[in-house]
C-alpha cells in the first residue's frame, strides 16, 4: 500500500475543510491556510497555487489574505517567534521599545519576532505571544529571560 505524500495529505485535509464548510471554498480559505501553516510551519509560495486550484480562488485573493494575517506567513523560521503586539495599548506602555531592542540584538536573539496587531491582551500591555502562548507586562527583563530559557 502506497502511503501519502506530504501534497497528497495536504490536499486530502483541504479537501476535508471545504467539505466541513459545505463547499464554500471562500469559507475554506482561511482555515486552509491556518491548517498548512500548523502542518509545515509556513505556507510554502508553491503552495499557493495548489490552494487555488483546489479552492478555485484567485492566487492574488490568497496572497492578499496571507500578507494581512499576521500570523500567517510566507517564511520558514527555524527558530521558535515572539508576537509582539503594536497595538494601541500596547504602544502606549512600550512596544516601540521592546522592539526596537528585539531589532537592536536581533542577531543575539535564540528566538525570531515578529510584530503583529492587537491580540487581545491590553491588560497586560505590553503584551507578546511566544508559541502562541501569553507573554503579558512584556519588557527586556522578560525578553533576556525567554532568551536564556529558548
Not at 516601540?96 to 536581533?106: A, G, P
Request: proline share 2%; charged share 30%; with cysteine.
Amino acid at each position: 500500500m502506497k502511503s501519502l505524500s506530504s501534497s497528497d495529505n495536504i490536499r486530502s485535509k483541504i479537501l476535508e475543510i471545504i467539505e466541513y464548510y459545505n463547499g464554500n471554498t471562500a469559507l475554506s480559505l482561511i482555515p486552509v491556510l491556518n491548517m498548512i501553516q500548523d502542518t509545515e510551519g509556513y505556507i510554502k509560495k508553491e503552495r499557493i497555487k495548489e490552494i487555488a486550484e483546489i479552492l478555485k480562488i484567485n492566487e492574488n485573493r490568497i496572497y492578499e489574505t496571507l500578507t494581512f494575517y499576521h500570523f500567517l506567513t510566507l517564511d520558514k523560521s527555524e527558530k521558535r517567534i515572539l508576537y509582539v503586539c503594536r497595538g494601541i495599548s500596547c504602544l502606549l506602555e512600550g512596544a516601540d521599545e521592546i522592539i526596537e531592542y528585539l531589532k537592536d540584538n536581533r542577531d543575539r536573539l535564540n528566538f525570531d519576532f515578529r510584530e503583529c496587531e492587537c491580540i487581545g491582551l491590553c491588560d497586560f500591555a505590553p503584551a507578546g505571544l511566544f508559541d502562541f502562548n501569553p507573554v503579558k507586562n512584556l519588557d527586556v527583563k522578560k525578553i533576556k529571560e525567554l532568551n536564556e530559557k529558548v
